[in-house]
């Protein structure tokens, strides 16, 4: 007869095939240190091409947060509120007026002394690196704005996109423009005041420079913010009813039938034709400058 014995299995151990081997069960601890593991090991290297982009990023907020606080200032609401543009256009006749006033006493005498001993008083070759460095710039601008810019975009943009970049560039256009036409005629006048010269020819050139500045002055400061409000508003009607998305071309559509919407459409076609042929004047300006400066 034979004993049984009652044998209880060891640990981990049981009747099952897949009990004869023991699984190991990972502790907490085993937990977190795997996940430090694969998070270093996951930890994404940035570029440096990114660092650039943060310091770009960073300096832009720099520059945006020192601009809302010059908005803020006194100084911006004095010079930039509704009737500053007609303080701004006396300064620049009062500017006009400066320049085309005739030499000091010492300046005569040290000219005439000059004469007397042949000598030829000259500026100074920074007057004439200003003077030449604004009158090349404001007319490469005005031949890049108006040939190459305006004709290019309009005929390959639609017209509601063309009238989006020309909302950014036309203020900016006419701003600088008028200070580089500033700039140029301030210089013009201290070359001539030096040596004394004032002729027909320069009369004349002072005319053109001082008709140049002052038209774009008064495009910047009293032509461009309705253009801007008519585009904006154009634009939005004209969008509610599906429409601008020609290229080279304006087709007005039903709108034809809408009498108010044509009462705004001739409104800005009158002030764009002014703003188009003020903008050729003072081109017209230029050129007549750059003729008398090659001869």
């Known amino acids: 007869m034979s004993k049984t014995v009652n044998q209880t299995p060891k640990r981990g151990y049981g009747r099952h095939p897949h009990h004869l081997f023991k699984i190991p069960m990972p502790d907490a601890t085993t937990h977190e240190s795997t996940d430090e593991e694969l998070q270093t090991t996951n930890t994404v290297v940035v570029p440096s091409a990114d660092n650039a982009d943060n310091v770009t990023r960073t300096t832009f ?11 803020r200032s006194l100084i911006y609401k004095v010079l930039f509120f509704a009737q500053s ?33 042949d000598e030829k008083v000259k500026p100074r070759y920074l007057v004439y690196f200003i003077y030449m460095a604004s009158f090349s710039m404001h007319l490469g601008s005005q031949f890049w704005m108006t040939i190459v810019s305006g004709l290019s975009l309009y005929f390959n943009l639609s017209r509601h996109a063309f009238g989006d970049v020309q909302k950014i560039l036309f203020p900016k256009y006419f701003s600088i423009n008028s200070v580089l ?24 050139q002072f005319i053109a420079l001082s008709m140049c500045f002052l038209l774009e002055l008064t495009i910047w400061l009293y032509v461009v913010p309705p253009v801007l409000s ?53 081109i017209m300006c230029s050129i007549f400058h750059l003729a008398y400066i090659v001869a």
Request: glycine share 4%.
């Open 61 to 71: 907020n720099k520059f945006a947060s020192i601009f809302r606080r010059l908005q």
């Open 85 to 117: 543009a007609h303080i701004i256009m006396v300064l620049a006749v009062v500017l006009i007026c400066t320049v085309s006033l005739p030499a000091p006493c010492n300046d005569l005498e040290t000219a005439s002394n000059a004469n007397f001993n």
């Open 181 to 204: 036409s500033a700039i140029t005629l301030i210089q013009f006048g201290k070359i001539h005041v030096t040596t004394d010269v004032w002729d027909l020819h320069t009369y004349l």
């Open 230 to 282: 008519l585009i904006a508003t154009k634009t939005a009607i004209e969008k509610s009813v599906g429409l601008g998305k020609e290229v080279g071309r304006c087709d007005l559509g039903q709108l034809t039938e809408c009498p108010h919407y044509m009462a705004m459409h001739r409104i800005f076609r009158k002030t764009h034709m002014f703003m188009a042929i003020g903008n050729i004047i003072t």
